[in-house]
């Protein structure tokens, strides 16, 4: 049973362009919101996150969108660079599942200069 | 400071064999996970543990995969026997309890079983 869905295996943008991705969970009950991100042989790091009291997150280039009543979260990158190309795991965790956090598949981002 | 460290980086065994992956979290950190990536299911929850006390191991996939912590700066993964549906690349992460979210992962243990 998936929790977290990215439905987008993977993504390519052109340098300087928007990269949006998207993620959609399945219990209304989860409240945090983060998104992960992975470069190759490295685990992944933190990178924005939103609770549930709001609907959007901003941190320079990157912006993370809620919608509760879709459960649908997506991350914006703009611009986008190339050293944004890397795995985007997105997390979701409650507090009344203590300190539970539930990832997606990823979605392998790739920004072609 | 030093993140989390896990041992070893990358392992290949032979089918039937014991694994042992091994996790320091970090100094002050209360809780601890345990995570296998895979490309079907990504990122999948074994176990993890609140002050050194298994809390939730219902991701733990059968019998053959236990999880232990005996104290607060250290943990291990033990396969027994592994098979080669295993392999993936095992991480662990550790936050504080009271967390605002954020958990802190280790490079990840790489196996390989043949």
């Not at chain 1, 992975?38 to 996150?49: R, V």
């Not at chain 2, 392992?11 to 296998?36: A, D």
């Amino acid at each position: 049973d998936q929790q977290v869905k990215q439905n987008s295996p993977s993504l390519s943008v052109q340098e300087g362009r928007i990269s949006i991705l998207n993620c959609d969970y399945t219990n209304s009950m989860f409240d945090y919101f983060l998104w992960y991100k992975k470069y190759p042989a490295e685990g992944p790091t933190f990178l924005i996150s939103i609770s549930s009291i709001k609907d959007k997150n901003e941190d320079g280039r990157f912006t993370v969108f809620l919608n509760k009543s879709a459960k649908h979260l997506s991350l914006h990158i703009v611009p986008s660079q190339p050293g944004d190309s890397a795995v985007y795991f997105c997390a979701v965790s409650s507090k009344n599942t203590g300190n539970q956090f539930y990832f997606g598949t990823g979605t392998s981002l790739t920004v072609i200069p | 400071d030093a993140g989390v460290i896990q041992s070893p980086r990358h392992e290949v065994t032979e089918m039937g064999q014991e694994v042992t992956l091994r996790c320091k979290p970090i100094s002050g950190h209360n809780s601890l996970f345990w995570y296998r990536q895979t490309m079907m299911r990504g990122l999948e929850l074994l176990i993890y543990f609140n002050n050194n006390v298994p809390i939730d191991d219902s991701g733990m996939p059968e019998d053959r995969f236990s999880a232990k912590m005996p104290n607060a700066s250290f943990s291990t993964l033990k396969i027994q026997p592994s098979e080669p549906r295993d392999s993936a690349v095992y991480f662990c992460a550790s936050s504080p309890l009271m967390n605002t979210g954020e958990l802190f992962f280790g490079e990840g243990s790489r196996l390989t079983v043949l």
